[in-house]
């Protein structure tokens, strides 16, 4: 954490002007964890739990300090194609989500339905960086008809670490994929033909759990 704060104090200039250009960091998350903690008061981690995770029942979802992991009960432990365990460290409060595929079905659907943030917020959050961009924004990516929402999908990965979601409104169904060596993202589509006549919820998994930044 010390050191991600001291390189955006020792920012001199931009990039470009804000809202003019995109540009992929993790920078921006930690600007907004440390607004949340001033206006609220509280340690970033106890208000999402007190705000997210508790009233929409997220019972799985859990916020780590580090990987590797001090902990590994229950954990997804990513790996290489020599099976070798991701060598990565990473050490920043706040940013590193522990996540069940259930847990990310009831996400979705409590997103599509306005019950996390309202329509308007859900629309400018899911919206792309640019017409024509594929970047996702802070909310994954959401397609919209006439102010309906016809499909909200997000895609997150580190190292190994891949998952994927998409939330089909119309159909009334989630796809969730979480993997920890795997290139998953392409197989959408296809899984979509599969199960376009089947329960509202499906779930593929390749592990008890998955992390993605």
């Known amino acids: ?6 390189d955006l104090r020792n920012i001199k200039e931009l990039e470009f002007k804000p809202g003019s250009g995109y540009l992929y960091t993790n920078y921006s998350p930690l600007i907004l964890e440390r607004i949340i903690e ?10 999402v739990e007190q705000h997210l995770l508790i009233p929409f029942n997220l019972k799985s979802t859990l916020i780590k300090g580090q990987y ?11 790996f290489n194609s020599d099976f070798e365990e991701d060598n990565y460290k990473l050490n920043v409060s706040g ?9 990310l079905s009831n996400w979705l659907e409590q ?3 306005f ?7 859900l629309k400018f959050l899911s919206q792309t960086v640019k017409e024509g961009d594929e ?4 909310l994954g990516s959401g397609k919209w008809h006439e102010n309906e929402l016809i499909e909200h999908s997000h895609h997150g990965s580190i ?4 998952g994927v979601v998409r939330n089909f409104k119309k159909e009334d169904l989630n796809i969730i994929i979480l993997s920890t060596y795997a290139k998953i993202f392409d197989t959408f589509s296809f899984l979509k033909l599969i199960v376009y006549s089947n329960p509202k919820w499906l779930i593929i998994f390749s592990s008890s759990s998955t992390s993605c930044n």
Not at 1 to 6: A, E, I, P, R, S
Not at 38 to 44: A, D, E, L, R, T
């Open 1 to 6: 954490m010390g050191k991600l704060t001291n």
């Open 38 to 47: 001033k206006i609220s008061g509280q340690n970033f981690t106890d208000y």
């Open 68 to 78: 590797p992991y001090k902990d590994e009960t229950l954990m997804a432990i990513p």
């Open 95 to 103: 940013m590193l989500f522990s996540s069940t595929a259930q847990d």
């Open 111 to 113: 997103l599509s339905t």
């Open 115 to 121: 019950k996390i943030i309202d329509e308007n917020s």
């Open 135 to 138: 970047f996702e924004s802070p």
């Open 159 to 162: 190292a190994n670490y891949e």
